[in-house]
């Protein structure tokens, strides 16, 4: 039976049924484990798309919002996350795609503060990988539920009890069979669904549907037999047997604290495994949950709107030139044209043309509740970290800055151009693509990011976005930290180290590092200034 009432734990009042409805969820994997894919089915069933291929099509006019850079077709891999909706079986689905590579992980962390649950894709010959083990402990940090799909299963793929087991050695989680495969490869039939006694039939002919799906009443039914041949039904038997014997039952408490997750067997491409993954998804992944402030906790019950920015982009649709929030809606039934507050200017804003990501195409949206993902147009007021709200001064917590790990110098190939750059530079440091450093000796910028495929991204699309050909150059800092401290101690912290001084895009003083020799002396001298390599976007 679905459950839509609020996390174990906490005491609210019942959600509104439009809120309980709702699944914010975003899919994390290991590139070429089969997302894309995934997501391509998944919007397939949603009604959101009408054809297969949509996703990864080539064609301009075909691209979706999460292939839009033309950078990510070049590279390959996927940029910016973006949301999707759709509906599926009266839940109300949102999707939050998040950029697979490695580069983008800061990205990704704060897209994962958006969602209430996430998709794990594993390959079925791979299992674990490090991007999958990566992402997986930003889930665990966040206390996430996971569900898993282990993908693939048309290809030879490796023993179910073995992949079971790296998942609960490799990431320290229980597994529950959700479903159990019937043969691999070119011997893969189909799958026995454990919580629903089915047998689901995959049809090689037609990738978009599945062949059959057989209520039976345990394996013993006759009926098991008429459809799965001898050999390979007393081997699910026994696997099946084994199963109930050695992994734990599925048990949604232990799930909604992000200790257990069932796994799905299919292979995204044949359409199979995906509607009883997306089946789970409603039943077991948590509605809107709270959401942490400084001063309280918000319930996505509360009457009330609030949300929080996670994620900006500028220039999505270079034919608009615009720049959109994306705000999580924690609590409340938004209504088109409402005046919220921007609480870190404390002023009004009017959210005249909010916009829902339904696939395809983005739409005005009239209304959105707790759990949604809007898409605000502005010119710059939103950044990251960013509360809106009926005029309570909320400050959500657990959207980090992190310190870069590599830093350029950036010029504009025309010096007549440096305010071009500027505006540029600040745009994609308020957007979160990279951190920008205003020395405060000398003139020009410096960037920082966290991997170094991210240099290559804003070189590209300052002279995409903005056509302005830039040079990156090497720069004598390999490091930064956000410093903080009494009024005083840090001017005199300023005053002592003005070469090696910045500001950041929000002004905030910044200590840039040559060396870890450079680290050590100023914090024996400056016992009082605490510098720190993440800063909690306000
Ligand atoms: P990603 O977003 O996680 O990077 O993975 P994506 O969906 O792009 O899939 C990676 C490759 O794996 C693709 O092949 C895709 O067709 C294939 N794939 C996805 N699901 C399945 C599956 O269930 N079974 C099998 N056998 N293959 C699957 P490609 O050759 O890289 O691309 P394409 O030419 O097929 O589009």
Not at 12 to 29: C, G, H, M, N
Not at 81 to 93: N, Q, T
Not at 277 to 299: C, E, K, Y
Not at 456 to 464: L, M, N, Q, T
Request: with cysteine; aromatic share 8%; hydrophobic share 40%.
């Amino acid at each position: 039976m679905p459950d839509d009432a609020p996390m174990i734990g906490h005491n609210a009042p019942a959600l509104p049924p439009e809120v309980a409805r709702r699944r914010t969820f975003a899919i994390i994997s290991h590139p070429d484990a089969g997302k894309t894919t995934l997501t391509e089915k998944l919007l397939l069933y949603g009604g959101a798309i009408q054809m297969a291929g949509q996703v990864r099509a080539k064609g301009e006019a075909r691209r979706t919002r999460s292939d839009f850079m033309k950078m990510e077709k070049e590279r390959g891999i996927s940029v910016s996350a973006s949301a999707m909706s759709f509906e599926y079986d009266g839940r109300w689905f949102n999707l939050v795609d998040t950029p697979g590579h490695e580069d983008f992980s800061e990205d990704t962390y704060r897209t994962l503060t958006a969602v209430d649950a996430a998709v794990m894709v594993i390959d079925g010959a791979k299992g674990v990988e490090s991007q999958t083990r990566k992402l997986f402990e930003v889930c665990r940090l966040r206390e996430l539920p996971i569900l898993t799909f282990c993908n693939k299963m048309d290809r030879e793929s490796r023993e179910t009890f073995e992949i079971i087991d790296e998942i609960q050695e490799a990431l320290a989680l229980d597994v529950t069979p959700a479903s159990w495969p019937i043969g691999m490869g070119r011997d893969f039939l189909g799958c026995y669904d454990l919580l629903n006694n089915r047998i689901e039939l995959m049809d090689r002919a037609d990738r978009n549907t599945r062949a059959q799906s057989i209520k039976i009443a345990g394996l013993d039914d006759p009926k098991a037999a008429e459809v799965i041949p001898p050999a390979q039904l007393s081997r699910l038997r026994e696997e099946v047997e084994m199963a109930r014997e050695l992994l734990p039952p599925f048990d949604r408490q232990s799930f909604l604290e992000g200790t257990l997750t069932p796994i799905w067997f299919g292979s995204a491409i044949n359409s199979f495994g995906v509607q009883e993954l997306m089946q789970g998804v409603a039943n077991h992944a948590p509605p809107p949950q709270f959401r942490g402030a400084a001063s309280r906790d918000v319930a996505a019950s509360e009457d009330k709107v609030t949300g929080f920015v996670f994620k900006v982009q500028a220039n999505m649709d270079p034919k608009h030139r615009d720049r959109v929030a994306f705000v999580r809606l924690c609590s409340g039934h938004f209504l088109r044209g409402m005046k919220l507050k921007h609480v870190r200017s404390g002023k009004p804003m009017a959210i005249a043309s909010p916009v829902m990501f339904l696939a395809s195409d983005r739409e005005i949206t009239e209304d959105a509740w707790a759990g949604d993902i809007i898409g605000i147009p502005n010119h710059g007021q939103l950044r990251i970290g960013d509360a809106l709200t009926e005029g309570e001064d909320l400050r959500f917590t657990g959207i980090p800055a992190f310190a870069p790990e590599l830093l350029q110098n950036v010029r504009a190939a025309d010096p007549m151009k440096a305010k071009h750059l500027e505006k540029a530079l600040t745009q994609l440091a308020e957007e979160g693509a990279a951190k920008l450093f205003k020395p405060m000796l000398g003139s020009g910028w410096i960037v920082g990011v966290v991997g170094a495929l991210q240099f290559d991204v804003i070189a590209s699309r300052i002279k995409e976005e903005y056509g302005l050909p830039v040079r990156l150059e090497p720069t004598q800092f390999n490091g930064a930290r956000w410093i903080s401290g009494p009024k005083e101690k840090v001017e005199a912290f300023i005053g002592a180290n003005r070469g090696h001084m910045a500001e950041d895009h929000d002004g905030d003083p910044v200590y840039m590092t040559r060396l870890q020799w450079d680290l050590d002396r100023v914090v024996r001298d400056h016992p009082d200034v605490k510098l720190t390599a993440v800063k909690e976007t306000l």
